[in-house]
């Protein structure tokens, strides 16, 4: 019998970031399943998009995203967890740039890339979890599509062999750096493909593109980066207009998850053979399902809810998973939060 979510014999808790400009949000949200569930503000913040949490120093990473022609600026921010889940703010850094959307948190540095300004920041980390020194790299160049990909657009970053990869939607280019962000190669995608998002799994790179809606795969060899293969994350029978945003893989490396905006659904995709091979598609539950996690079985450890986003919905939607076939379930059970695109 597959895990259930709603069976987890302690607290599941999750940090939930938002958008706060003329959403209703005021911050970053902090929701506690058991017996129900508890929603609370934890901190107010500045368009919270994008949050990374490292449990052993009880810290939550989060990006403003603004540009810095606002009063505020582009920014990441370093709050502590407190006990009664409320985050307690101890640092703000400029991001030197607009619109940060993204971190990717090391062993003793932080990435935050700024999508409008094209740009990669790296930040040492002190013992206490506080951000030192930072180093900043801009990005040039353009892509096919006017309306955006006019400039570069550095979206993610993720960490492969000892290098940090990021993907820059609008060039449609993984820079590729070393821990000092000096530039050790270029990976060109399909023209117009948009690289937003990537996960590493199998000796393998995955890339979901939001423009073109592919996962664009990766064979990673020695200092190597061979393209095997493109695959829809949308039906064949789909002929409208979306947008891929998120992408997960399981823990053991057998199934990718993927995010459809306008489709509105996730898609499953199973990694047994060289490219991944979708399995199923469910609706998210809501319009725009920008962000997701999988979420652990406090007993089992297992995988065995995923929990989705729906920003233009106000809602987070919970499926369970079945950790043998990956699919998941609708359990038909939605919690309101304004604007929500990060789950932690």
Known sequence: M??????????????????????????????????????????????????????????VYAVSEVSNGSASGGGVTVFKERSNGRLKLTQSMPSEGDDPCHLTLGDNQLIATNYSSGSVISYSIRD???????????????????????????????????????????????????????????????????????????????????????????????????????????????????????????????????????????VVMSLAGDLPRPVQWVTSGGRHPRHFILAKNALTKTESCLVVANRDDNNIVFYQRDSETGLLTDMNRQIEVPSPVCIV
């Open 128 to 266: 206490n979890g506080e951000l030192g020194d930072s180093h900043r790299v801009d990005h040039e160049g353009s892509g096919p599509d006017p309306d955006r990909q006019e400039a570069a657009h550095a979206h993610s970053s993720v960490e492969v062999n000892g290098s940090i990869v990021v993907a820059d939607l609008g060039t449609d280019r993984l820079m590729v750096y070393d821990s000092n962000l000096d530039l050790k190669d270029e990976v060109t995608l399909p023209a117009g493909a948009g690289p937003r998002l990537m996960s590493v799994a199998g000796g393998k790179l995955y890339v979901i593109c939001e423009l073109s809606n592919t996962i664009e795969t990766y064979q990673l060899g020695d200092h190597q980066y061979n393209h095997i293969g493109s695959v829809s994350t949308l039906p064949e029978e789909f002929d409208g207009t979306s947008f891929a945003a998120h992408i997960e893989i399981s823990t053991d490396g057998r199934f990718m998850y993927g995010s459809n905006r306008g489709h509105d659904s996730v």
């Open 2 to 59: 597959p895990d259930r979510c709603n069976d987890v014999p302690s607290v599941m808790d999750f940090y939930i970031g938002t958008y706060t400009r003329g959403t209703g949000s005021t911050g970053i949200y902090h929701l506690v399943e058991e017996d129900g569930h508890s929603l609370t503000c934890a901190a107010s913040a500045d368009n919270p998009s994008w949050l990374v949490r490292d449990h052993s120093k009880g810290i």
